[in-house]
């Protein structure tokens, strides 16, 4: 089956859809779904990503590891459209085994399109930030997952949902992963689908979501990580320019 076909039959599964994504979230406004894009592949997982140019996507680097064909997801009124990535490239201080044992690693990768994202698209900026947060802090978590652990049917619908800081861990590379949850015993936060979207700390990208665990340390719910950006930013911008796109100040 060409790409084309295995991915639309990918996206066929998430559609029609509830209004919802991120567990506990609320419908994303129409700034923030500009600057947000869903990543879909031909082994049947998607995840959310950060647009940085037309042509250019900031996700984690979990989500593009494994070998597959993967594309973006542009919804138009005749329906979703397909365009495909044509490179991939993972932050090379990326740790499988940290991500799995929860401990931080720069889990983030840039992803190339084959072709420029309509107009309606545009870049978001990135947070220069690299302190750490306190406890507390608000962050806002942007993803196309799902809103109902388990059930693949409800996820494509772009959310966000502000949580506070409960605390970071800090490799000694100075990698920052801010942990994020809901006081008073809430069941909220990210879930599947909802890995390399943008957490946004006022108008700025300041991570990107990597995790997220469930009360009994599985599953969605109680804890999401997310690894900070504006240490990565060298990478970043060195990266995008190797891959033939030019970042904004």
Known sequence: ????????????????????ALIGGQP????IAAQ???????RGASCTGAVLTRDLVLTAAHCVEPKSDYAIVVFEVTGPKIVPVSRVELHPRFDPEHFRTRKPTPDIALIKISAPLPATFRAARLS??????????????????????GDG???????TLTLPSIGNTIDDTGVIMVRL?????KSIGACTGDSGGPVYRGNEVAAVIGWSTGKSGQGCGSVTGATLVAKQLDWIAKTARAMGSSLGK
Request: avoid cysteine.
């Open 181 to 185: 949850s809901a006081s008073g015993g």
């Open 28 to 31: 994303a406004p129409a700034n």
């Open 153 to 159: 049917a409800s996820a494509g619908k772009l959310n």
């Open 36 to 42: 947000t894009a869903l990543i879909v592949s031909t």
């Open 1 to 20: 089956m060409p790409l084309a076909a295995r991915v639309l039959f990918v996206v066929s599964l998430l559609a029609p859809l509830p209004a919802a």
């Open 128 to 149: 220069r930030d690299g302190s750490a947060p306190r406890a507390g802090d608000a962050f806002t978590l942007v993803g196309y997952g799902v809103t109902a652990e």
